[in-house]
Every structure is written in C-alpha cells, then in structure tokens.
C-alpha cells in the first residue's frame, strides 16, 4: 500500500482559496483513479473529487465550478486547488486511491492518512 501525505491547509476567509497536495510514498502510474475527501465534524466522510490516470475528473456538485482536481504522476503528486471558499467547506480533508464499485467510487486503502485541515471563517 502507498503511503499517501497531505498538506496545503489552513484557515481562510470565505471566498478566499488554499491548494492542497497529496504526495505518495511510491510512483502513482500503477493508481489509475484518485480522490480527494474530506470529513466535516458530526459528518460522515465524503469524496469530492476524483481523477483518472487520463486526468479525466468528477465533483461532488457541492464543489463543482470551485474546486480544481490534478495530479503530477512524474512527482507522484496530486492537488486540489480550491477557489471561492465557503464556511461549508471546512473540514479535514484527506486522499486516497479509489475504486469503482457498482458505478460508485470507494477508497481503495483501508488507512488513511492525517489529513489537512481546511478552516473557512471570518
């Protein structure tokens, strides 16, 4: 299992942006999708977006427009870049890679890494 890192948070005003990195312990060619989640206080965790190898992309609606997914397999990177931040947004937000399951992404590893924290206030 690769050993994923990420990095890149912090606390912002709505409408502000942060970029976030995902850096993998071993090359990420072999990983064909991967995905950035985050995990609100009270809330379950959930994918807000995902990435092919191709670099063909999906949002979760909540983000679509705002957030910009990407990776760099030649760094064994990949980034989130998000734009007009909102208070909804904060939570700690994690990588993975995923699988697809009956025609929904799952994560692919069972142990997740520390996570970034993202705080959105004035």
């Known amino acids: 299992q690769v050993q994923l890192v990420e990095s890149g948070g912090g606390l912002v005003q709505p409408g502000g942006s942060l970029r976030l990195s995902c850096v993998a312990s071993?090359?990420?060619?072999?990983?064909?999708?991967m995905g950035w989640y985050r995990q609100a206080p009270g809330k379950q965790r959930e994918l807000v977006a995902a990435i092919t190898f191709g670099s063909s992309t999906q949002y979760a609606d909540s983000v679509k427009g705002r957030f910009t997914i990407s990776r760099d397999n030649t760094k064994n990177t990949m980034y989130l870049e998000m734009n007009s931040l909102k208070p909804e947004d904060t939570a700690v937000y994690y990588c993975?890679?995923?699988?697809?399951?009956?025609?929904?992404?799952?994560?692919?590893?069972?142990?997740w890494g520390q996570g970034t924290q993202v705080t959105v206030s004035s």
């Open positions: 993975n890679a995923v699988k697809a399951v009956r025609g929904s992404y799952v994560p692919l590893y069972d142990s």
């Open positions: 071993r090359s990420i060619f072999s990983i064909n999708v």
